[in-house]
């Protein structure tokens, strides 16, 4: 792989101080190049901390170190607010889990992807507006005109994470991070935003990392795998070969669940194991191709 | 969640014990958890501070009050404060710093009796209203909207012109006029724990609606109503300053800040200080509760439970 | 085999006049004692409601509701709730956050005027995996996957025929759900439970139910077995597109 966008060396997040600290992230180490990375942990595991750590959007108590984070070659732990500002949806967009908190409620949707380009790029309002349009219709939003006089509430979840999208790609960034995005939909709906988002990636070469608690459909959607577990990645492997994991943590999750082609009596559960705490990452290399 | 014991001493280790072993101590260790909260507010502790010194005025007041309330001496009227007077004398000569000691009495016997009858009251009616809905609901917010269509003050002046002056007719004035926001407020959450999986529960065990309402529904409704009273305790010492002061609260000679203040109205000019300590006691009182309350709130987190 | 629940054309409707729509209608199926049944469709199909009505928490549907013959009452009396429980979706909202997880398990017991508390409580807990080292601590106290087994534990305490499950691991982490789905299905066996449950997940429907009912737009479609979801086999052409739509990859 050529040279990574994103490289994060050796990252540690602590909330808190003193007895009460919280040492939420503890090392956590990998490259995002024009790829899908999916992190997959449970609640508790760093992983939503760590998208965010990215982003610079950590709460204000949280004290954040690392060797190395850059993106593009800007140390992003070195950046201004005002010099973050000009990253964050410009460069590096956010998708959050539930369309009804991250939409403006008051707001109609067109306006609100307007406002996502015009923050940007200084260009007219009919410009905006024609680039809003096109890009509702490049999430396949059937009849753009009229969702676009719409508010938030009057469209459905997968709809609502659909403008999302549309409102994350329209400054057209280098690396999108989307935190849980899938989670508050239906199932079936799923496919369809994860596919209309696939389809955006692809065009545009824009990279993406995945967080979510769902090993299977990290695994379906993502080209790579990062498991975390108490802070740490324990192993970094590509989607196809998640089956051949290795580290017990992966193989556990993988094993407890229950499968449709394996029917069982009684599911296999977790043993955690002090160890997996501060063992190293399992890292599985990249295959040149 | 708790965390390992780190300490040796017997009560450290009894309050950070990570499994409680009786409910007692499970009751306290959460107790225990919220004042701490409590004590981290600054501003709060402050509060508590000059309620404690009230309270204790009130309690001690005739062993630290150095002259008789009642004690008229026309000779010595409209004194300045002096190592005597502390705080002045009136127009009839009476010590000021000792009857504001005696007023905070009065001060602290409305707040208490107005709390305890404006907090049941509303609690009782804003639940039973909420939880039934209906019929109910519609009748019981229909009286809750008369009693608020008055402004506070005008409704505790048409009371207590009604009943007449004096004491307790006040601080039946000033509850009839304080209860309805409580009970609008505890409708409110009562309208949102209705609907939550608890009270399902609770619901499909085959519990009738009366203890659903007292036993699940109240204790979740109570830190918000505790928290409003507490506020609202600075508006109740207002009003009844302002019914002293157009003396419909406490009869003279009853040294009621309220009526103090009016009193010391005509000589504001001349002799600022018999308004002015019964006025700064009223401040610092209403300051005090304000202050209090905030830490409440702040205490009493949902987020803890 | 006589059903142990039977339910009958039931429906609800919500809205007035020419707002009014059914949330479900026509809802007919048996289930006997000792089967796990569950219901599966797409969100807002209804099949949480069709629970609720079971339940008894929603008490204005048309249609009956039956336990072993014996039509229920849409106001449940207080003997039939002891034999239908319910485990909620949410386990940080289904357990009262100022009350211990003794009093949690004790109410059902003194509500139904039942004897022994003490020591039926200590046996729920053993039960559900938890000791009674746990009687004395409160809901925020807890992890979601213990949240849980209380909330079970609450439901076993006055020893019920039946449970409705409504999503019971839905919220929970990837490793907890084994631990609380191995923990229903050895109950059922243990107890000879029957169990109605509601899911969205198709393996875990297969691995818990034997018979499912799919169902859209507040009807059931069809009803097809464990087998058929496994081998994505269906009679219906919706439900046939359905499986195809959920099952992953």
């Known amino acids: 792989m050529d040279k990574p966008l994103l490289t994060i060396e050796d990252l540690h997040l602590v909330f808190g101080q003193g007895q009460n600290a919280v040492h939420a992230v503890r090392g956590v180490s990998f490259n995002v190049g024009r790829e899908k990375v999916g992190i997959v942990g449970e609640s508790g595991s760093g992983k939503s901390q760590t998208g965010r750590a990215i982003m610079r959007l950590s709460p204000s108590t949280v004290n954040i170190v690392a060797k190395k984070m850059d993106f593009d070659g800007i140390p992003l732990l070195q950046q201004t607010e005002r010099q973050m500002r000009q990253i964050r949806g410009n460069r590096i967009s956010m998708i959050l889990q539930d369309p009804k908190f991250s939409l403006n409620p008051l707001m109609r949707i067109g306006d609100q992807v307007v406002e996502a380009y015009r923050v940007h790029h200084k260009v007219s309002r009919r410009e905006a507006r024609a680039r809003a349009l096109k890009m509702l219709d490049a999430v396949r939003i059937r009849d753009c005109e009229r969702v676009f006089n719409l508010y938030p509430h009057e469209v459905s979840g997968g709809m609502g994470q659909r403008v999302m999208i549309a409102m994350m790609l329209i400054p057209e960034p280098d690396m999108i991070i989307a935190d849980e995005p899938t989670s508050a939909l239906d199932v079936s709906v799923r496919k369809q935003v994860l596919s209309v988002l696939d389809e955006l990636l692809r065009q545009r070469g824009t990279a993406l990392i995945f967080i979510s608690h769902d090993l299977n459909l990290v695994a379906e959607f993502c080209d790579r795998v990062l498991v975390m577990y108490a802070g740490r990645v324990v192993e970094d492997i590509a989607a196809r070969d998640l089956h051949k994991a290795i580290h017990p943590y992966t193989r556990g999750l993988l094993d407890s669940l229950p499968k449709l082609d394996q029917p069982r009596d009684v599911l296999s559960t977790l043993q955690r194991d002090p160890i997996w705490r501060d063992a190293p990452t399992i890292f599985h290399p990249r295959e040149v191709r | 969640m708790i965390d390992n014991e780190k300490y040796v001493s017997g009560w450290s280790a009894w309050i950070n014990a990570p499994i409680p072993d009786t409910p007692l101590q499970a009751r306290i260790q959460l107790l225990w958890e919220s004042l701490r909260r409590f004590a981290a507010n600054g501003s709060a502790l402050f509060g508590l501070a000059i309620l404690c010194i009230l309270i204790s005025m009130a309690t001690f007041a005739p062993l630290i009050v150095p002259h008789d309330i009642f004690d008229q001496d026309l000779a010595k009227q409209l004194q300045a404060p002096s190592s005597n007077n502390l705080f002045g004398t009136d127009e009839l000569g009476r010590d000021i710093f000792s009857r504001m000691i005696f007023g905070s009495r009065i001060t602290l016997y409305i707040i208490a009796l107005t709390a305890i009858i404006v907090g049941p009251v509303g609690l009782l009616v804003g639940t039973v209203a909420g939880y039934f809905g209906g019929w109910v609901d519609a009748v019981l917010m229909r009286i809750v909207d008369i009693f608020l269509a008055f402004p506070s003050l005008i409704l505790a002046l048409a009371f207590v012109a009604a009943l007449g002056p004096g004491i307790d007719n006040a601080i039946i004035a000033i509850s009839l006029a304080s209860w309805p926001p409580i009970a609008r407020l505890a409708r409110a959450e009562t309208l949102t724990i209705r609907q939550s999986d608890y009270i399902n529960a609770i619901r499909l065990i085959g519990a009738d609606p009366l203890r659903i309402i007292l036993r699940h529904v109240m204790p979740m409704c109570l830190p918000s109503v505790v928290v409003r009273l507490t506020l609202n305790m600075a508006a109740i010492v207002l009003t009844a300053a302002g019914l002293g002061f157009l003396g419909l609260g406490a009869q003279p000679p009853s040294p009621e800040w309220g009526s103090m203040l009016a009193s010391g109205r005509q000589f504001i000019l001349t002799s600022w200080w018999i308004a002015a300590a019964p006025g700064v006691a009223i401040l610092l009182t209403s300051l005090s509760f304000n202050l209090l309350g905030d830490g409440l709130r702040d205490m009493l987190d949902p987020k803890h439970g | ?249």
């Open chain 3, 1 to 249: 085999m006589t059903a142990f629940l039977s339910v009958t054309e039931l429906g609800i409707g919500m809205g007035q006049d020419d707002q009014y729509r059914r949330i479900i209608d026509d809802i007919s199926f048996e289930i006997g004692r000792g089967e796990s049944v569950g219901l599966i469709g797409e969100s807002g199909c209804g099949k949480s409601t069709v629970l609720r009505c079971i339940a008894g928490l929603n008490p204005d549907y048309d249609g009956e509701v039956a336990l072993e013959g014996v039509q229920l009452r849409p106001r449940r009396r207080k003997l039939e709730l002891r034999r239908m429980q319910m485990v909620f979706q949410d386990p940080y909202a289904s357990l009262h956050p100022r009350k211990m997880v003794r009093d949690v398990l004790m109410e059902p017991l003194v509500v139904q005027k039942m004897d022994r508390s003490e020591e039926r409580v200590s046996e729920v807990l053993d039960a559900v995996g938890l000791g009674s080292r746990f009687r004395y601590r409160f809901p925020h106290q807890l992890s979601g996957g213990q949240r849980q087994r209380v909330a079970i534990a609450r439901c076993l305490v006055t020893e019920p025929e039946m449970l409705l499950l409504d999503e019971p691991t839905s919220a929970l982490d990837v490793s907890v759900q084994a631990e609380i789905l191995n923990l229903l299905m050895r109950l059922r066996h243990e107890r000879n439970l029957t169990y109605l449950m509601v899911t969205h997940d198709l393996a875990v429907m297969a691995h818990v139910c034997s018979r499912i009912a799919i169902m859209h737009d507040g009807r059931i479609i069809e009803m097809i077995s464990d087998r058929d979801i496994r081998d994505g086999r269906a009679q219906t052409p919706y439900g046939q597109d359905f499986l195809n739509a959920y099952r992953p990859g």
